[in-house]
């Protein structure tokens, strides 16, 4: 069984620009998280899905993150305009409804500069 | 809310020694989930091995096993049997509300180090 995916895996801009992160779960998995884990942290949520809306997006900064996810399975996490302190991995996971195991893609290293 | 707690930044174990990382919780549920996850220089999170609060028996899987003390509330991850790639940051993390589907709250971690 395919994991998660996720891309790209690197990812380096200057501030104020904008990136896009893709997540692909694993297949049937009907709830998503993105969290941001910033160096010598654990990682935080960001926004949690299930199928194709939003149960959890408190932790969101809306000023310049969003999220989506069409379909209720690929999903995409764009910032704009980036800033310095948005430098950290970005991680997706993927879980059955009402299973509390929750399965990670490999993550995206953004540094912006 | 949630919160994790792990005392220790880093460890030393020697190749096929047993060791402890610590993990201590604090949560005003009455279900809830901790989990275990290992997360190499690559950076993917791997999951290692999960407790329910109502499950009577430490959980095992292979070499990992959780010292789970409800009433301390303590979850350790024991490593038996070292090995060289178990060299990565350790991350314990829970889930309340007794749902499945709730988030996980993740403690800073404990970087491992096995030496041959």
């Known amino acids: 069984e395919a994991g998660v995916a996720q891309s790209p895996r690197y990812k380096i801009i200057e501030k104020r620009q904008s990136v896009a992160f893709w997540c692909n779960p694993i297949?049937?998995?009907?709830?998503l998280y993105w969290y941001q884990q910033i160096l010598g942290q654990g990682p935080k949520l960001l926004i949690q899905?299930?199928?194709?809306?939003?149960?959890?997006d408190s932790q969101l900064p809306k000023d310049r993150f969003s999220a989506e996810r069409l379909k209720g399975v690929d999903s995409t996490l764009k910032i704009q305009p980036a800033k310095l302190e948005d430098s950290a991995v970005y991680l997706c996971a993927s879980s059955l409804i009402g299973q509390g195991t929750q399965y990670f893609g490999p993550g995206t290293r953004l540094l912006v500069l | 809310a949630q919160k994790i707690t792990q005392t220790q930044p880093g460890m030393f174990v020697q190749e096929k020694e047993a060791v402890t990382l610590d993990c201590t919780y604090d949560t005003s549920d009455q279900s809830y989930g901790l989990f275990w996850y290992k997360q190499p220089s690559s950076g993917e999170m791997i999951f290692l091995i999960y407790?329910?609060?109502?499950?009577?028996q430490n959980a095992t899987e292979g070499r990992y096993s959780l010292n789970f003390q409800k009433a301390r509330k303590s979850a350790n991850l024991v490593i038996s049997a070292s090995q060289l790639g178990d060299s990565a940051m350790y991350f314990c993390a829970m889930r309340g509300d007794g749902s499945g589907n709730t988030p996980l709250v993740f403690g800073k971690g404990t970087r491992l180090s096995v030496i041959a």
């Open positions: 297949s049937g998995h009907a709830t």
């Open positions: 407790q329910g609060s109502y499950d009577e």
């Open positions: 899905f299930q199928n194709n809306g939003v149960v959890d």
